[in-house]
């Protein structure tokens, strides 16, 4: 059976992970401007306050884990009162030397370790449709592992380390994914899978992505009546059942136009379209270009 969790994380390509150390000591506060790629940050020792725009603040202690989809402007502080200091996240991006906010010196009272995520991917915006725009994930000892890995990998650029880190990338991402509850998740694909019924339905859908799916087959695989499974589906993914299988398809076929060596009709083919010139206005509507042009190819490669 397809595994649609795995499925999505190995379509974002995740290509590099940049993480450094963070301290903190006494009364500080550092305010980042939006940085658009998804980021990250386990706390080591201590504890801190993150206020992302548009949230509530929230205390992150040892263990904690947090990932920002999008990145957008936030500012992490000691408890006490401090003016805030001003950063570009994208001049943190790559540092390997420890990053210290506060006083200079002595034992720090916070550690973290914090970073983002690059992906190599024709849409991100998979990886932000699926979850809540912070993730905060409390007393993980597989996220805290994961990371402390990628701390390691970052700092000892050992040989192999560029794939090792892509593998860490995917691992974490499946694990913040797994201890995000289904009821903190946007509608989407993760708050499906946490349905025991629907996600029968959308295992079998990517399962069998060229097959002519229909609303009451699908109903049938969840144990559900049509109407039922139609008004569950639409609720809990936020689009209709056949409107998702279209979206998964046309992402199915971004990647194997970029990625393989495939005419446009095989790609056709690969995502459960008979007809060439169907699939093309199919993608086309829904990508806003050909998929000859997508791919990059001459209009011959169409044949």
Known sequence: ????????????????????????????????????????????????????????????????????PTTPAFTISSFGPAPPVYMDPHQVVGRKDELRYGAQGGEPDMRALGGSFLFDCADPGLLVSLLPKVVHVQGSARLS???????????????????????????????????????????????????????????????????????????????????????????TVGVAPMEYLLAWRMEIAKDLLTRDELTVSEVAERVGYGSTSTFSVAFSRHVGQSPSAYAGRRPHSEA
């Open 1 to 68: 059976m397809s595994d649609p969790l795995s499925e999505v994380v190995r379509l974002l390509h995740p290509r590099a992970v940049f993480a450094n150390l963070i301290t903190g000591k006494g009364n500080w506060a550092v305010r980042y401007s939006e940085g658009g790629q998804p980021g990250f940050c386990i706390v080591l020792e201590g504890s801190s306050r993150l206020a992302v725009d548009g949230h509530e603040a929230i205390t992150i202690s040892a263990g904690d884990f947090v990932l920002l």
């Open 145 to 235: 592992q994961l990371v402390r890995m990628v701390g390691e990998e970052s700092a000892d650029e050992q040989p192999g380390s560029e794939f090792m880190l892509s593998k860490l990338v995917e691992m974490m991402l499946v694990e913040a994914m797994r201890s995000t509850a289904a009821g903190t998740a946007p509608p989407g694909l993760l708050r499906g899978l946490g349905d025991e019924r629907l996600a029968a339905a959308l295992k079998q859908m990517h399962a069998r992505i060229d097959h002519a799916w229909s609303v009451t087959e699908l109903a049938k695989a969840a144990a559900l009546s049509r109407s039922s499974f139609f008004e569950r589906f639409t609720r």
